[in-house]
């Protein structure tokens, strides 16, 4: 049962993070990226980690993925279908080729490592909010609370980003 | 039982995916779509590791990849609009004002 769920979840990641990485449309990208990470979340709940499945959907899917739709929709970009010659297409052959190798060195290191741990039985409250939330609280609170920085500065930086200046609301 | 070997390898082909993507999208929203997706393909193996480890470590780390994910993604569409202000196109081969 477990190993179907792991095959229908992974072929619908896979699937439709290809749709997005083919796709030219910037919406449709988005859908797909969407798509991937419910499938991504159902495999999080798989692997017992249930604050982090739900986590998945409330801020990738449903934050962020919202501001990219606002950002598409605020651009308002019209659709331009530009094929590439010469060099440029060459150079990303070259970059495909390249990231293949990687993707071949990555899976060659995972067949040769052969210490394979076991799917044992999970702790009582393994991915639980409580035992996720008392790790952040104690062993990680210092992190913790430097993500709350960077969060504030990561606001303060895109208000200032993306307001007009204001001599140019004067002409 | 699915093994972590299959975990691992599905989060190589996912990564390689948006890797691929970086490299052959022109539009620069989609190629931030895609780092969020190697993003994601890490925070898989994270997770990967921490049941099978039987850890809750990996469940933090995923946790403050999704904050720098989030403080990217905002600062980063706030470039693309305001650089969308100067040049009214966002095709990353028609940027090109550093050019030297």
């Known amino acids: ?28 990208a988005a859908m797909s990226l969407i798509a991937t990470m419910s499938f991504l979340a159902g495999l999080y ?44 297409l060459l150079l990303q052959l070259i970059a495909v080729v390249v990231v293949g190798l990687v993707f071949v060195l990555m899976v060659s290191v995972v067949k040769l490592s052969s ?15 409580k035992a996720v939330g008392r790790m952040l609280f104690t062993e990680y609170l210092l992190p913790f609370e430097i993500a709350s920085v960077l969060l504030l500065a990561a606001i303060v930086g895109a208000v200032i980003l993306a307001k007009r200046k204001i001599d140019d609301a004067e002409h | 039982m699915v093994s972590l070997n299959s975990y691992l390898i599905l ?10 993507g970086v490299f052959t999208q022109r539009n620069a929203l989609i190629i ?33 990849i999704m904050t720098v994910a989030a403080a990217e993604a905002a600062v980063g569409l706030s470039i693309i609009i305001s650089l969308f202000r100067n040049k009214p196109t966002i095709n990353v081969d028609e940027i090109n004002l550093s050019k030297g």
Do not use: W
């Open chain 1, 45 to 88: 709940v798989l692997l017992d980690a249930h604050l982090i499945a739900a986590l998945q959907l409330i801020v990738y899917a449903g934050a962020i993925m919202v501001l990219f739709l606002f950002v598409i929709m605020l651009l308002n970009l019209e659709e331009k279908e530009g094929r590439l010659a010469g060099t440029a």
């Open chain 1, 1 to 28: 049962m477990q190993l179907l769920m792991f095959y229908i979840l992974g072929f619908g990641a896979v699937v439709s993070a290809l749709l997005l990485v083919t796709n030219k449309r910037p919406v449709r």
């Open chain 2, 32 to 64: 931030y779509m895609c780092i969020e997706l190697m993003l994601n393909a890490v925070n898989l193996t994270f997770i990967a590791f921490s049941r099978f480890l039987n850890s809750l470590d990996g469940h933090v780390f995923v946790f403050m």
């Open chain 1, 115 to 129: 210490p394979v741990l076991p799917f044992g039985q999970a702790a009582a409250q393994f991915g639980t909010t």
């Open chain 2, 11 to 20: 989060g190589a082909i996912l990564f390689s995916i948006g890797a691929v």
